[in-house]
Every structure is written in structure tokens, then in C-alpha cells.
């Protein structure tokens, strides 16, 4: 018997259904993907699928990175299986599309509603031998149309800061349920899987992060270098994944700071859609800047201060081409971002006083020294004063960054191993 509270969640979204839709539609004045394969969303595109079928759900970017190497490796241990790369948002699909654009057996999707009814009908199409759900992604409808069908649920690469766990806790009786159904829960930390516990998971098993077995592509790290030579003997701070409300507080200090005029930033919002908004906060400021899209093969003037990154799918060329990352969502509490990949190019860090979803990971770099922690935006610009790239504390930092990641590296081969049981 389905409990009376998912049912009245179920019923919820259906209520729901017509603001949702028209959130889209509003959405995609500026991201044109929010309008595009809407059928998806409320399960009404035909799916057909003639052999086993994996099914990964990753909501957004970083969850779709983080799949990446876990999903070659299914492809490669199950060469009978499809898998089926669900997403939340446009800018998770296009990662997904640019990561699996050359392999042939990788679907992609937008993830239905999480209404019963939608739910039920999807799973019931494609059929899937298992159901992936990357990091977070603890949706109640989803989870006990899956357990009906009978179909294996796993929550990999799981995690859950202490402030996420309190917001949950309000609905604490629907997550746990949800929780309670999942076959396995896969964790990143040992403080993450005790959290989980703590709200309804039963069968938990830390195995790491997947984000240190990501490989740099070299296309774009060969893209990364050739910015360097056109940017030339230029000290350049990346500020990457850049917030609302961040871009503010990091133009206002840079202006305020007295640095060498060779320092050039690299500017790059998380979200596309705010691209032509932070170029307005350039020009209301009087910075001399361009576009990375308008980027030729010409050198990079040595006036121009700022390079605003307003592309995606190139992060990796953005490390390879700095000297010093800065990560954002950490100057506000926003929780930070995902630092692993400046730290896998060799990049020394700096990350603000909040980063409360990636704890761990940012206080162990903190600690063997791959990364520096700063209290505000000011002091962005007076670590990066003291910096000199060809010095042998820059060098040690940078080798440190990159020792740390292959340490922690393996978690791709562990979840793997723990899936074997329930993909057989």
C-alpha cells in the first residue's frame, strides 16, 4: 500500500504541474534548453530500448562529471547494456552530450516529474535492470515506483552536508521512506554516510569520491595551453563557477586592490544564463574585458584585465590555462563548488569561508596544503599578490595538488565492485 503521504507529495506535483511548466517556459527566455523536449519532463516521449539498459540519473553538471568515469566503466564491463543519462537541467544534458558524443551506447533524457503516475509510466518504458542515482538525488515517487517494478536502486558517489541534512529532516518521514527502499547507498565520507543513516538509509558503504578518477580530457587541457601562449607572461587567477552575488564582490575587490597590472582574471559564471549579465557589471565599472567566445587566435591584448568565460563544456581549458583557481559558491553561503578538477590540473586553490557541501574534500586539500582558505573576496586578490608562478612554493603547492588526487583516487573501481551483485 502506497503511504498516504507520498501519496499527498504525488498529488502535490500534479497540483504543482502548471507553475512548474510555466517556470520552464519563463526559464527559457534565457537558456532556449528549457523549452526543448518538455515531453521528457512529463513522460510522454517514446523510449525504446532492445538491450539491458543501465539508468543513471545526474541532475546537473557536476553530478553528469562525476558519472563520467563510472559510466565508461559500466560500458566496458556490461558490453550487452545501454545506459539511459538522465538530467534535471539543459546544462547537465549538454555536458552529458559533449562527454558521450562518440559512444554509441549512451542515451540521454530529461528525468520525468516526480509524480507517481509519470514515474511509474517512465520506469514501465524503459525498463531498466538498475537505477543510478548520482549524489543527492533522493526523489520518493521515483524510488517506490522502482522498488514496485523490483528494480535494484543504488545512490552513488552520496552525499549530504550537515545544513542539507536539517532542511530534510523536515520531511524526514518521506525521505526516509525513500531512503529505506534504496538497495545501496554508496557514499563519499564516513561523515556523509553516518548523516544518511541518520535519515533513513540502511545499507551504506563509503567507497570515496568518483570526481578524482576524472581524467583532464587532453583536447582540452592542448585548448588550455594554447590560451597561455596567447595570453603570454601574465600571472592569471581563474575565478570558476562563479555565483550570484560573487562576481560583485570579486570586481569591486579587484578594482579596490593594488596588483600587478600582468595579472589577468578569468571570470567564469556557473550558470550560462547569467553571462550577459556579469558583462554589464563589466561595463559599469569601466574594466577593459572581452568575451573567451570572441577569443581568436590572436594574442590577448595586454591591456585587457578581465576574460569573461561565457562557454561551457571548457572548464578543464580554463584550469589548464591559469595559474591560480579560485572556486566559487564559497563567499556566500552557497556551500562551494567541486574543486577537485583545479586540483587535478596541478592548480593551487583558494576557496571562501562557506564550502559546507564539499566539507571533506576542501578542509583534507586545506590541510596537506593544495589549498588556501580566505575569509573574503579582498583576500582573494592579496593571496594571489603574493604568488609567484615560477617560485618553489608554488611549484611544491601545485605537486601537492596533483599527489593529493591520485591518492584518493579508486572510487570508480569500488562502486563498481559493489554494483557487480545487482547487475548480474
Not at 557589471?281 to 577593459?288: H, K, N, P, S
Not at 591559469?322 to 572556486?327: E, N, P, Q, S
Not at 582573494?380 to 603547492?397: E, G, H, I, L
Given at each position: ?20 511548466l ?29 538491450s ?21 566503466a ?30 554509441p551506447?549512451?542515451s ?13 509510466r ?137 596588483l ?15 553571462f ?5 557589471m ?19 591584448p ?93 611549484q ?29
Amino acid at each position: 500500500m502506497i503511504a498516504l503521504s507520498l501519496r499527498i507529495y504525488s498529488a502535490c506535483w500534479w497540483l504543482a504541474l502548471p507553475l512548474v511548466l510555466l517556470r520552464l517556459w519563463w526559464r527559457g527566455r534565457k537558456e532556449a534548453g528549457y523549452r526543448q523536449h518538455i515531453s521528457e519532463r512529463l513522460s510522454l516521449a517514446t523510449v525504446d530500448f532492445s538491450s539491458p539498459l543501465i539508468w543513471v540519473h545526474a541532475v546537473s553538471v557536476g553530478e553528469t562529471r562525476a558519472a563520467e568515469p563510472l559510466i565508461h566503466a559500466l560500458l566496458k564491463k556490461y558490453p550487452q547494456h545501454h545506459v539511459l543519462l538522465t538530467h534535471m537541467t539543459p546544462t547537465g544534458r549538454a555536458t552529458g552530450a559533449a562527454l558521450f558524443q562518440n559512444e554509441p551506447r549512451v542515451s540521454q533524457s530529461y528525468i520525468p516529474y516526480d509524480s507517481l503516475s509519470l514515474t511509474q509510466r517512465f520506469i514501465a518504458k524503459i525498463n531498466p535492470s538498475i537505477c543510478l542515482l548520482m549524489e543527492t538525488e533522493v526523489w520518493p515517487s521515483l524510488i517506490d515506483s522502482c522498488s514496485r517494478a523490483g528494480i535494484p536502486i543504488a545512490l552513488i558517489n552520496a552525499r549530504l552536508s550537515a545544513r542539507s541534512l536539517k532542511r530534510a529532516q523536515w520531511f524526514g518521514g518521506l525521505l526516509g521512506d525513500a531512503l529505506r527502499k534504496i538497495t545501496v547507498v554508496i557514499a563519499q565520507t564516513q561523515a556523509d554516510a553516518e548523516r544518511l543513516h541518520t535519515l533513513g538509509a540502511q545499507t551504506i558503504i563509503v567507497a570515496g569520491s568518483l570526481k578524482f578518477d576524472i581524467t583532464p580530457p587532453q583536447a582540452m587541457l592542448a585548448m588550455g595551453r594554447q590560451w597561455c601562449q596567447q595570453i603570454g607572461d601574465r600571472l592569471v587567477l581563474l575565478c570558476a563557477s562563479t555565483r550570484e552575488g560573487e562576481e560583485a564582490l570579486l570586481l569591486d575587490a579587484y578594482m579596490a586592490a593594488t596588483l600587478d597590472p600582468r595579472v589577468l582574471m578569468i571570470m567564469v559564471p556557473r550558470h550560462p544564463q547569467r553571462f550577459d549579465e556579469v558583462e554589464r557589471m563589466l561595463e559599469a565599472r569601466g574594466l577593459r574585458w572581452q568575451r573567451r567566445s570572441q577569443l581568436t587566435t590572436e594574442n590577448v591584448p595586454a591591456s585587457t584585465q578581465i576574460l569573461l568565460g561565457d562557454t561551457m563544456g571548457e572548464m578543464f581549458a580554463y584550469y589548464a590555462a591559469c595559474d591560480v583557481a579560485f572556486i566559487g559558491g564559497s563567499l556566500l553561503p552557497l556551500g562551494g563548488q567541486n574543486l577537485i578538477e583545479a586540483l587535478s590540473c596541478g592548480k593551487p586553490v583558494l576557496v571562501g569561508p562557506h564550502t559546507f557541501n564539499f566539507k571533506q574534500v576542501t578542509a583534507d586539500a586545506i590541510t596537506v596544503g593544495a589549498a588556501i582558505r580566505v575569509p573574503d573576496a579582498q583576500h582573494v586578490f592579496s593571496s594571489v599578490s603574493q604568488m609567484d608562478a615560477t617560485s618553489k612554493d608554488y611549484q611544491a603547492m601545485s605537486d601537492v595538488a596533483v599527489q593529493f588526487c591520485v591518492q584518493h583516487q579508486g572510487a570508480t573501481a569500488r562502486t563498481l565492485k559493489l554494483l557487480s551483485p545487482q547487475l548480474k
